[in-house]
């Protein structure tokens, strides 16, 4: 008999809930609650029936295993909860139809002897300063349909004492509410600090920001970093041909207590990196070659995704590829992508984890270490190694560049989600080699990880090759000609 006066009531009370913001499947809204914690609100409408399972983290991000930790005080409104920590996983149980209210805070858990990945892959959240990628603020619903795509709209209820900076909505400092697709809050970060700049840049006719916490020689450091990014970013962009106008957000802090030059994470539209808190001078030839690097995965891991076990290409071949554009930018000269070379080839040559094949390569790539450095060094040689073969099959005629084009010809013909594959590989690079060719050096130098034998004729002839025991020594022979390779 109950039942009969409680439906109307219920209906009445969902249509008030949802009645003001009811466009958004998921409607997070937040709070900085002083004392390094966030406060999360979500208001979720459910898309399926009876039940939805959500996660929060991922361990394969940065290997936080116990991401979890910061996670606390998890509350359901309007439905029933069965919350699993260990496995990072909440299952949601309601009426369908109607709205459910998820609470909970995230606080901040990182330890200074979690070093590099603590500071990078965790909430930082300090009166002055936050840091957090939404996939360690929001949640995940894992749809049993795969293709419902949720949306979401995210709004502060109470700012910090400072602007932020959302890297899925770069124009918003957290006074106004963004909207867009669920996965595209995923894996951007949202940041801000009291000493932060954010800067829009124009390149090509395209917007970007830059969004900097300089300390020391705030005059210099910033005049450098955008000159750099000026020059650097176009380039890039004609290697690729690339006319889109989509904006790039490239953001520069220094670590808390870490002194490590640095690190960073690409996510897409932009990155991230950590530098060294001891850096009077940001820009250095290491730094610059990371940077470029991070820029060149908004294509190779962007708008050319590999799957996760094909590191050698997007980690690889995008090193390759930022030896390429900062040998044609000049900010490295022929003799300088010698030198550096030859410490990667030394490196992968010489290293215990040489002979791992490529399927065991990302189950193991959170050890560190030499497994961490692996796919990096032999994609850029496996590239390497490629260039050449192109230069020398096509008389010179073709390189490098010709082959990542066709990638991306190959890709935009794919959409977005497509993962380029290592027989779409092959396909494309074998009209430039052969199929045999490509089919047999991928199969023995990518899969099985065997070393690359260098010899003379491998090789264009401004570079030569030796040997120092078993490790091979590139060189350049011909400054200026090599020069003239990389354009
Ligand atoms: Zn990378």
Not at 125 to 148: A, V
Not at 327 to 351: A, D, H, I, Q, W
Not at 422 to 451: H, N
Request: aromatic share 16%; net charge neutral.
């Amino acid at each position: 008999m109950k039942i009969k006066y409680l439906w109307p009531l219920l209906i009445v009370l969902s249509g008030c809930m949802g009645s003001s913001k009811m466009d958004y499947d998921l409607e997070y809204s937040l709070g900085f609650v002083s004392g390094n914690r966030v406060h999360v609100k979500l208001v979720y409408h459910p898309l399926e029936a009876d039940s939805v399972k959500f996660t929060y983290g991922e361990p394969m991000y940065g290997g936080q295993t116990d991401i979890i930790k910061g996670l606390n005080g998890l509350k359901v409104t309007g439905g029933k909860m069965n919350f699993n920590p260990s496995a990072r996983e909440m299952s949601l149980y309601y009426r369908y139809g109607r709205a459910v209210i998820i609470e909970y805070d995230i606080t901040d858990t990182h330890t200074t002897e979690m070093g590099t990945r603590g500071e990078l892959f965790r909430p930082l959240i300090f009166d002055d300063y936050f840091y957090c990628h939404g996939i360690n603020l929001f949640l995940n619903p894992l749809f049993r349909d795969k293709n419902i795509k949720a949306t979401q709209s995210v709004s502060w209820e109470k700012l910090p004492a400072f602007s932020l900076f959302q890297a899925y909505d770069p124009g918003n400092d957290g006074t106004t509410v963004s909207t867009g697709k669920q996965a595209d809050f995923k894996y951007k970060l949202i940041t801000g600090a009291k000493d932060m700049t954010v800067e829009k840049i124009k390149v090509d006719g395209t917007e970007n920001y830059l969004v900097l916490r300089i300390s020391k020689d705030k005059e210099l450091n910033t005049k450098e970093i955008t000159g750099y990014f000026e020059k650097f970013y176009s380039a890039i962009r004609r290697f690729w041909k690339d006319t889109t106008t989509q904006s790039y957000s490239l953001i520069l802090q220094p670590f808390l207590a870490v002194n490590h030059s640095i690190s960073g994470m690409s996510f897409g539209s932009g990155f991230l990196g950590k530098y060294t808190y001891k850096a009077d001078t940001i820009l250095n030839p290491e730094r610059i070659f990371v940077l470029s690097h991070e820029i060149g995965h908004h294509w190779f891991g962007g708008k050319i995704g590999a799957e996760d076990k094909d590191q050698w290409f997007e980690e690889g071949f995008n090193d390759y590829l930022t030896f390429y554009t900062l040998l044609m930018t000049g900010y490295m000269t022929p003799m300088e992508f010698e030198k550096k070379f030859n410490t990667v080839l030394r490196s992968y040559y010489s290293s215990n984890v040489r002979n791992q094949p490529n399927d065991s390569v990302w189950s193991n790539y959170w050890k560190m270490g030499d497994y961490n450095k692996l796919p990096y060094w032999r994609g850029s040689i496996f590239a390497f190694y490629l260039d050449n073969k192109i230069r020398l099959a096509s008389k010179g005629d073709k390189c490098f560049h010709d082959l990542c084009l066709s990638i991306l010809e190959f890709c935009k013909t794919k959409g977005e989600e497509y993962k380029f594959s290592e027989d779409d590989f092959i396909e494309i690079a074998s009209l430039y080699v052969g199929k045999k060719s490509i089919s047999d050096d991928i199969s023995k130098y990518v899969i099985k990880g065997e070393q690359i034998k260098f010899t003379n004729e491998m090789l264009v002839p401004v570079f030569g090759v030796a040997y120092k025991g078993d490790i091979p020594v590139i060189s350049v022979k011909d400054e200026k000609e090599a020069a003239k390779l990389f354009h």
